[in-house]
């Protein structure tokens, strides 16, 4: 595909995603994922089998992983610049830990690309979770609003993206004392922009590059993580709409059965779905929550050190909030999930009608209702799962472990 083609695919989300949001008799016919799955595709770093066959794919990703491990090492090497000022130190340890978190993501979709790719064709086979013809619910308002919200929330990602680049690439001519967007070292001090000039802008494009480009990916691999959660909650949403219409669209005893047998192994593969989605995300997610409990905790530590200079507390004040923001969208995410799951069991009682159907059939719906007593949950073992509960405990013990580290300090 050329690179017209492939940039018309990148931004296909943004140009239907605008079409729907204008018109609210328009659908999609996709769910968010695959558009995000279009985009990863669209920059060549899409880790499945199958695209590894392609032509020069295998090169093109053994060769992005070679530079993100240079990347990365020359950022360690440059840490041993910054040994004594604690406020640079603080600096180049909140990159290294995000670059970390974008590497070990490289690496880590690497192993488990085709296992992603199965979760999000299970999506699209399904898509839209409801029957089709006179007797479907009416599913398109909740539709609409998962889609419209996925577009929304890659609007605004993209534009805070572009403008992080920007300051980001464009840092070394307005911040003195740095020659780089990501300060790092390299051997013979090529990094040197007065000694080593041409080197030194070998490496600001490298990084320029390499940083825009892994950014983008990771843009496309967070959202395509959060919708695939968003879509499971609407295939909640949308069994508990079917179970409470049930009576009002099937009268005959025999439709009532075969519609019964349909929703319990509807949410049957919804928990199956989700299972695998968290077998998926299960190192990812482990890393999400130690990578934000370290860069809160970097953070507050650094600004409480350096409180008497207002720029540096402003600046880890940011990347606080920008941790917290991460870990926040994630427990909401699962809360919401966990929260609409509960609603199955109240749906399928309120489908009970003891003047209609047949006890056979209603023993259908007690297996939807024992199923449904536990809650599903975003989960990566043996952590707790992803809630607004368990994301309060982490900051209480999180500013605890500060606390004590700054009295010891004092």
């Known amino acids: 595909m050329d690179l017209r083609g492939n940039l018309d695919r990148f931004l296909i989300f943004y140009i239907d995603g ?71 130190m603080g600096r180049d340890l909140a990159f290294i830990i995000g670059a970390f978190y974008i590497i070990f993501k490289i690496f880590y979709f690497n192993w488990y690309g085709d296992g992603l790719n199965e979760v999000i064709n299970d999506l699209e086979a399904l898509h839209p979770w409801a029957l089709e013809g006179p007797g479907a619910v009416d599913f398109r308002p909740g539709k609409r609003w998962y889609f419209v919200m996925a577009f929304c929330l890659s609007s605004s990602w993209g534009l805070f993206l572009c403008i992080f680049l920007v300051l980001l690439i464009t840092s ?45 990916w990771l843009l496309c691999v967070e959202g395509i993580s959060v919708c695939i959660y968003g879509e499971l909650t609407f295939a909640i949403e949308v069994l508990c709409l079917e179970l409470r219409n ?84 994630w427990s909401l995410c699962g ?21 209609k159907g047949s006890k056979e059939n209603y023993r259908l719906l007690c297996l939807i209702i024992r199923r449904a007593q536990d809650p599903l949950i975003m989960r990566a073992s043996p952590f707790p799962p992803f809630n607004l509960i368990n994301y309060t405990a982490i900051l209480n013990q999180c500013f605890g472990i500060l606390t004590f580290l700054l009295n010891t300090l004092d």
């Open 18 to 88: 605008w079409k729907i949001f204008r018109d609210p008799q328009l659908e999609s016919k996709h769910s968010s994922v695959h558009y995000w799955r279009e985009q990863m595709k669209a920059m060549f770093f899409y880790t499945t089998f199958e695209e590894r066959r392609l032509p020069y794919r295998l090169i093109w990703h053994t060769l992005v992983f070679i530079q993100a491990v240079i990347f990365f090492a020359s950022m360690l090497y440059g840490l041993t610049e910054s040994i004594g000022d604690n406020v640079e």
């Open 172 to 216: 070394p001519m307005w911040v003195q004392n740095q020659n780089l967007p990501f300060h790092a070292a390299f051997p013979f001090q090529w990094h040197d922009r007065s000694t080593h000039p041409v080197t030194h802008a070998i490496i600001y494009l490298f990084q320029s590059f390499l940083g825009t480009y892994t950014l983008t």
């Open 246 to 329: 049930l009576h009002r669209r099937f009268h005959d005893n025999e439709q009532l059965r075969l519609e019964m047998i349909r929703l319990v192994r509807f949410h049957q593969k919804i928990v199956e779905i989700l299972d695998r989605t968290n077998e998926v995300f299960h190192g990812t997610l482990i890393m999400q929550m130690a990578v934000n409990f370290s860069l809160v905790s970097l953070s507050v530590l650094e600004a409480m050190e350096a409180r008497k200079d207002p720029k540096v507390v402003a600046q880890f004040g940011v990347l606080m909030l920008l941790a917290l923001g991460h870990l926040s969208m």
């Open 335 to 355: 809360d919401m999930l966990s929260q609409t799951s509960l609603k199955i069991s109240e749906a399928a009682y309120d489908a009970y009608d003891p003047t």
